[in-house]
């Protein structure tokens, strides 16, 4: 089975940054897309971020300019890179993926595979 595994949150100050991974497992599709979601307490899950096999990336406007994210295909991990990190980015981060590129990345129900979260917590 195909197996997502996300790591990298903790506890950073304001203006801080933090690298969060999603390592796939059994994932070897030539078509995908990947995506990194959170979801703060009591609020719905929202997208970040994804990356298709094409290489076109996508952002949310509330990170855009502040995160990246990136892949090592040789790896199989997709990176998020998250810098200038303010309160509101406090989240359980979640990577998701699907093997299918054209899809409408920032709906939860276009991926098939999830990861547990990753937690990250700015401090002001």
């Known amino acids: 089975d195909v197996q997502l595994q996300a790591s990298g949150g903790g506890l950073v100050r304001a203006g801080g940054s933090l690298r969060l991974s999603c390592a796939l497992s059994?994932?070897?599709?030539?078509?995908?897309?990947i995506a990194w979601f959170r979801q703060a307490p009591g609020k719905e899950r929202e997208p970040i971020s994804c990356i298709t096999s094409a290489d076109h990336t996508y952002y949310a406007d509330s990170v855009k300019g502040r995160f990246t994210i990136s892949s090592d295909n040789t790896k199989n991990t997709v990176y998020l890179q998250m810098s200038s990190l303010e309160p509101e980015d406090t989240a359980v981060y979640y990577c998701a993926a699907t093997d299918r590129r054209r899809i409408l990345w920032g709906l939860p129900q276009e991926y098939d595979y999830w990861g547990e979260g990753t937690l990250v917590t700015v401090s002001s």
């Open positions: 059994r994932f070897t599709f030539n078509d995908y897309a």
